[in-house]
């Protein structure tokens, strides 16, 4: 079973377009996570909840809007793609306060 | 403000060699120091985890050394092999509450054989 799954793994867009991403962790912890990683691999939060509460927002453009509808979901929408905005997206989950945290397998978004 | 700092961003190494990956980090409240490691195509998974009250961890062919005066740590991968070939984040964060990981910038290892 994956602990961490998301969809989809790959997705191509044209520029303006809306879209999103979905995530889910059948591992029972109540903190989720997004990281957005460029093309240089570094990888940056971009939000974290606790069991549906945003705790962490860290200055994303707020076309980026996360929506957790149970602890175990958390999806990302992203309106009107902008060029800069491919990159690979990870979700990932943890216990509360905890600093290990269980990646997905990532989504590849490409934006034309 | 990049508050942990690693080096080299690139690192070959033959097969059977020590491969060594430093890191240093700026914020003293920091209390967990983790390395994780990503797979091409894949999402970054742990791999070995420290904290400041030990100078050395180890497990089986990783081992992190922790200096806490210096603010600085390392990963030697013993024995590289070409399986070890990946990218390596160390990481820090604060334990408790709701803290962010900060990760490093990343080293991608290859092992040539």
């Known amino acids: 079973d994956t602990a961490v799954s998301q969809t989809p793994k790959y997705l191509v867009t044209q520029m303006g377009n809306d879209k999103s991403i979905k995530c889910e962790q059948n591992l029972g912890h109540d903190t989720m996570y997004w990281y957005k990683q460029d093309s240089k691999k570094f990888l940056k939060i971009m939000f974290s909840y606790n069991n549906k509460e945003l705790i962490i927002n860290e200055t994303v453009p707020n076309r980026f809007s996360p929506k957790s509808p149970d602890k175990a979901h958390l999806n990302l929408h992203i309106n009107s793609l902008e060029l800069g905005d491919s990159a690979v997206y990870f979700c990932?989950?943890?216990?509360?306060?905890?600093?290990?945290?269980?990646f997905g397998p990532g989504t590849r978004l490409t934006v034309t | 403000q990049q508050q942990v700092k690693q080096s080299p961003q690139s690192l070959i190494v033959q097969k059977g060699g020590i491969s060594i990956i430093n890191c240093a980090y700026e914020?003293?409240?920091?209390?967990?120091f983790p390395w994780y490691q990503q797979f091409p195509g894949k999402g970054p998974a742990l791999l070995i985890a420290i904290r400041p009250d030990v100078s050395e961890k180890k497990e089986g062919r990783f081992t992190i050394s922790f200096n806490k005066s210096a603010k600085q740590f390392s990963l030697h991968i013993m024995d590289s092999q070409p399986g070890d070939s990946a990218t390596y984040f160390c990481?820090?964060?604060?334990?408790?509450?709701?803290?962010?990981?900060?990760f490093g910038i990343g080293t991608k290892l290859q092992v040539i054989p």
């Open positions: 990481a820090a964060s604060i334990s408790g509450g709701y803290q962010k990981v900060t």
């Open positions: 990932a989950s943890s216990l509360p306060g905890a600093s290990e945290q269980y």
């Open positions: 914020n003293t409240a920091f209390d967990y």
